[in-house]
């Protein structure tokens, strides 16, 4: 396995020089979606385009290990610590319905808050709050460096990196307490937090086409919480949304 991982460079992307007329009528057409949501959906109240159905949002902890190996000690997996995290987890459909009818994918999004620097987004760059949308994730948090462009494409999601040219470190942990989250707000909390692949420092800068796409979600959450009566701004602390739960025996 070698260690002679790519760094990034511009020339690394490469994006369709008509991806920014796309844009326009891809985020027309999510919004649209959203709009219509609450009387196609039957709820009553507006969705997300994608990961419609919320399971449950719950209070975490998020712990970067100390012994991370210099290459992937970078960005916020370079100071150990423990931080404050809300987990939403949902099925990755976008409509509403009995979760057998929807498919096995789960989203797994992590908000872990108290993590300094600028953030990429257009909407409240300096907010402390990190997200990680991840998909069907282990607890452990994992990274895998690039180490051969051709064979591990940085614009070609179809395209699984092979695990013998550069294998996974671990470099945080992830630790979900005991909680009951049955109550009826739990939903509405869960529904009224907005996660974005952009909400993350320089260090963390999605590639690609399709990453640079996902700008969208930025105005789909707010037609979504314009929709619902929702708070525009990204909370402070994960006390603000979800207490600490009180451990069941």
């Not at 992307?13 to 219509?36: A, G, N």
């Not at 404050?84 to 990755?92: E, G, H, K, P, Y």
């Not at 940085?154 to 992830?174: A, C, I």
């Amino acid at each position: 396995m070698s260690s002679d991982f790519v760094r990034y460079s511009e020339e690394i992307e490469t994006f369709d020089p008509r991806l920014s007329q796309y844009l326009e009528r891809i985020i027309h057409y999510w919004e649209t979606k959203v709009r219509e949501s609450p009387a196609k959906e039957g709820s009553g109240r507006a969705v997300r385009g994608a990961h419609a159905k919320t399971i449950g949002v719950v209070r975490a902890e998020v712990e970067i290990l100390s012994d991370v190996p210099a290459p992937y000690a970078q960005g916020v997996y370079a100071v150990p610590g423990r931080h404050d995290a809300l987990i939403r987890f949902s099925n990755a459909s976008n409509h509403l319905g009995v979760d057998a009818q929807l498919g096995p994918v789960l989203g797994f999004p992590i908000k872990i808050f108290d993590v300094g620097g600028t953030k990429l987004v257009d909407d409240e760059p300096d907010a402390t709050t990190f997200d990680l949308v991840l998909k069907n994730h282990p607890t452990d948090l994992q990274v895998q460096l690039c180490t051969d462009l051709k064979a591990m494409p940085g614009n070609d999601s179809t395209v699984e990196w092979p695990e013998k040219l550069s294998s996974y470190v671990t470099v945080g942990r992830v630790h979900i307490p005991r909680q009951d989250i049955s109550a009826p707000e739990n939903s509405d909390m869960a529904d009224a937090l907005a996660f974005n692949q952009w909400r993350v420092t320089a260090e963390h800068r999605p590639l690609g086409e399709i990453m640079d796409v996902r700008r969208i979600y930025t105005a789909s959450a707010k037609v979504r919480r314009e929709i619902n009566h929702q708070s525009q701004r990204e909370p402070v602390s994960a006390d603000e949304v979800l207490p600490l739960p009180k451990i069941s025996g």
